[in-house]
């Protein structure tokens, strides 16, 4: 088990209220014992001019499982954690629908960690793929 905490998914999405994450409408949708999942909408609020989900829409999905993940890895009473560096690469466009996003663990250190995030259309199609890497601090 990867995580410390396993909280609800309903704990999860109320987290997001007033947050971009709500602005987004991007709702949790399972965790496990090394995953958690999200969709987001492709809407006028996630698409570029050119009709298109935008590409900053997509990490703002990646980012957001990867940190959340991150955080539940740590006791929070006693570490947080940031991010460092995330990158993204688009392999498919997406005009419309459902996005799904899923992040699962590659490297989980004691001041490090590197999580993947893969972000999929509604056809099951790969869309991007993107790795957060997260620092792990300690409170002072």
Do not use: Y
Request: aromatic share 4%; net charge neutral.
């Amino acid at each position: 088990m990867v995580f410390l905490q396993k909280p609800s998914l309903e704990a999860l999405n109320n987290k997001s209220k007033n947050t971009m994450l709500e602005h987004l409408d991007i709702v949790f949708t399972s965790i496990g014992e090394d995953f958690i999942e999200a969709t987001m909408p492709v809407s006028h609020k996630t698409k570029q001019p050119m009709g298109l989900l935008h590409g900053g829409a997509s990490v703002v999905l990646a980012e957001s499982l990867g940190s959340i993940a991150a955080s539940l890895t740590v006791d929070l009473s006693k570490q947080h954690v940031v991010g460092l560096e995330i990158n993204a690469n688009h392999v498919r466009a997406v005009k419309s629908g459902l996005v799904r996003g899923i992040t699962k663990p590659i490297h989980i250190g004691k001041t490090t960690q590197i999580w993947e995030i893969k972000i999929f259309n509604e056809a099951d199609q790969l869309t991007c793929v993107s790795r957060i890497t997260m620092a792990i601090l300690t409170h002072s």
